[in-house]
T-cell receptor
Framework: KAGVTQTPRYLIKTRGQQVTLSCSPISGHRSVSWYQQTPGQGLQFLFEYFSETQRNKGNFPGRFSGRQFSNSRSEMNVSTLELGDSALYLC????????????FGPGTRLTVL | GENVEQHPSTLSVQEGDSAVIKCTYSDSASNYFPWYKQELGKGPQLIIDIRSNVGEKKDQRIAVTLNKTAKHFSLHITETQPEDSAVYFCAASSPPSNTGKLIFGQGTTLQVKP
């Protein structure tokens, strides 16, 4: 089975722009969670989607949003980028929602200049 | 609030020695505790996980123990090899239990010297 894929792998944007990141979960997995990883704050939960519904949201500003499609693929969007948004954005998929095993993708490295 | 403390932040061992990483969680309702290994330029890879109805779990050279009363859990790696060198993260599930939110520790950089 193919693992979790994320596109693009690397992205450079400037302040004020917006960005959309994509995640394709493992085949058959219906839950997708997003995390932000930075050296200072570590791994922080952004949000989780299951069956196209947001199940939980972390403590991030409204500039961070996401959605899930009927094929379980997910996208996250960050609007009005700030320098502090530079991070590795990780997507994890699991079979169902809840305390189910999560498998991570390789991440998208976002650099905001 | 929700918190997972992980120690030590760095750990250096000789090849063949054992390595132990410890984590403490704050929310007594947490019921799922995975451990991830992250190598440079890659996403975290699940190496072992444990649920709150189990006290210990082993998988070859890796074991995890859970003490629910003390709210801490530990990762044990025996017979370490240079390829075990990486950053290790512990995590705890965050209620409500019907969502997949994980709270991560700050990570432990393990260096195994040949």
């Amino acid at each position: 089975k193919a693992g979790v894929t994320q596109t693009p792998r690397y992205l450079i944007k400037t302040r004020g722009q917006q960005v959309t990141l994509s995640c394709s979960p493992i085949s058959g997995h219906r839950s997708v969670s997003w995390y932000q990883q930075t050296p200072g704050q570590g791994l922080q939960f952004l949000f989780e989607y299951f069956s196209e519904t947001q199940r939980n949201k972390g403590n991030f500003p409204g500039r961070f949003s996401g959605r899930q499609f009927s094929n379980s693929r997910s996208e996250m969007n960050v609007s009005t980028l700030e320098l502090g948004d530079s991070a590795l954005y990780l997507c994890a998929s699991s079979l169902t929602s809840g305390s189910d095993t999560q498998y991570f993708g390789p991440g998208t490295r976002l650099t905001v200049l | 609030g929700e918190n997972v403390e992980q120690h030590p932040s760095t750990l250096s061992v000789q090849e063949g020695d054992s390595a132990v990483i410890k984590c403490t969680y704050s929310d007594s309702a947490s019921n799922y505790f995975p451990w991830y290994k992250q190598e440079l330029g890659k996403g975290p890879q699940l190496i072992i996980d444990i649920r709150s109805n189990v006290g210990e779990k082993k998988d070859q050279r890796i074991a995890v123990t859970l003490n629910k009363t003390a709210k801490h859990f530990s990762l044990h790696i025996t017979e370490t090899q240079p390829e075990d060198s990486a950053v290790y993260f512990c995590a705890a599930s965050s209620p409500p239990s019907n969502t997949g939110k994980l709270i991560f520790g700050q990570g432990t950089t393990l260096q195994v010297k040949p």
